[in-house]
């Protein structure tokens, strides 16, 4: 099989801002699904499961969200 993906070099703020949005996303996504609004929820889900391999996949996630250390380009991406 083919591998599709590409590593990409994100700061930690750039992660940090996809980490946002995606969050933003996602309740919207669960009050249209609560709505019963169709695919809502399979749309939710894929949103749930990218934020999950995002913050599997990028230690900037888990690093305490100091101001000094968010400017510094992630080592990890």
């Given at each position: 099989?083919l591998?599709?993906?590409?590593?990409?070099?994100l700061?930690c703020?750039?992660?940090?801002?996809?980490?946002?949005a995606?969050?933003t996303q996602?309740?919207?996504?669960?009050m249209q699904?609560?709505?019963?609004?169709?695919h809502?929820?399979?749309r939710?889900?894929?949103a749930?499961?990218?934020?999950?391999r995002?913050?599997?996949?990028?230690?900037?996630m888990?690093?305490?969200?100091?101001?000094?250390?968010?400017?510094?380009?992630?080592?990890?991406?």
């Amino acid at each position: 099989m083919l591998n599709k993906t590409a590593p990409l070099k994100l700061t930690c703020d750039e992660v940090a801002a996809i980490e946002r949005a995606l969050n933003t996303q996602i309740k919207i996504l669960s009050m249209q699904a609560g709505a019963g609004l169709p695919h809502a929820l399979t749309r939710l889900d894929h949103a749930k499961r990218t934020l999950m391999r995002l913050a599997r996949c990028n230690p900037c996630m888990q690093m305490p969200a100091r101001r000094f250390l968010r400017r510094l380009p992630c080592l990890f991406c």
